[in-house]
């Protein structure tokens, strides 16, 4: 970390989905060492309680299952009970899953829309009257969309994580243009392949096409979740400000041509 950017989030309020691991936990340690008070969530409280201890910062953290608009709107509630307010609002869970369009089982779908989709929406729609208070008080109060390269780009045997994915990257840009006049910002991040849980227990049938597979696993390896934490740090900085309803891709260069 430069010393220009040390400090950087002292005395920013931060809540976060997805943090018991990958890129939600490297978010959570990023964003803390730099100064912020972070409320983390996430469905693993074994994985919370390890991100907490990791942390250099002040992090609290609950058990929230984002499928369910009340456990959001509850888990807003808490966090600007304990922060005080809200400037930073991260939807990073997410889950994905590798088979054939026709396998694909309707509480497969369910659990991918509601955790990629559904939760993104309800902690957004929870979380914005406490970050436009945080803008009428003076602040920068921004929401961070973790959508993915698959929301850019089609990818076989992913169909509905292609599609939950690209309702994130639509869920960014529509926030950006109805709080276009307001101090809010809303951005979204579109990874490529990071190095965590989510990739190591991706599995994909054993008959698919590989040569459609490869398309999409990129050239340049897979990243690591504080290279997308990075860019999170940055994107939900002030030094950002005149970044709105961006999806910003750090993928190694896979969806440039
Ligand atoms: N790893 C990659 O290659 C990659 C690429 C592009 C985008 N992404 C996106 O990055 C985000 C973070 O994923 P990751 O790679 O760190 O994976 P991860 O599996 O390490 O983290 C995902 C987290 O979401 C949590 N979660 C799952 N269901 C939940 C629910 N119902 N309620 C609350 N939390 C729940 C999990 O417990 C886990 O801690 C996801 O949105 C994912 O789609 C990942």
């Not at 914005?128 to 089609?154: C, F, K, M, R, W």
Request: net charge negative.
């Amino acid at each position: 970390m430069s010393d220009q950017s040390a400090g950087r989030y002292a005395g920013k309020r931060v809540l976060l989905t997805g943090a018991a691991s990958g890129i939600g936990r490297a978010v959570t340690l990023r964003l803390a060492s730099e100064g912020a008070r972070v409320f983390a969530l996430d469905i693993d409280e074994a994985g919370l309680a390890a991100t907490a201890k990791a942390a250099a910062g002040q992090v609290a953290v609950r058990r929230c299952d984002v499928t369910s608009a009340a456990e959001c709107r509850a888990a807003v509630e808490a966090a600007v009970g304990e922060l005080g307010g809200l400037d930073v609002l991260g939807n990073i869970a997410g889950v994905a899953r590798g088979e054939h369009m026709t396998e694909v089982t309707e509480s497969a779908y369910r659990q991918m829309m509601g955790v990629n989709v559904d939760g993104y929406f309800f902690m957004a729609q929870a979380a914005i009257p406490h970050l436009l208070a945080s803008g009428e008080a003076g602040n920068d109060p921004v929401i961070v969309n973790i959508a993915s390269n698959a929301g850019l780009i089609g990818q076989a045997y992913t169909v509905v994580y292609c599609m939950t994915k690209g309702a994130v990257v639509q869920l960014t840009r529509a926030l950006a243009m109805e709080f276009l006049k307001s101090p809010l910002r809303v951005v979204g991040i579109a990874p490529g392949g990071v190095e965590t849980g989510l990739v190591h227990g991706y599995q994909m049938p054993a008959d698919v096409d590989w040569d459609l597979v490869m398309r999409y696993t990129g050239a340049r390896g897979l990243a690591q979740p504080d290279d997308i934490a990075n860019l999170f740090a940055f994107l939900a900085s002030d030094e950002a400000r005149n970044i709105h309803g961006t999806v910003v891709s750090s993928d190694g260069g896979m969806t440039a041509g």
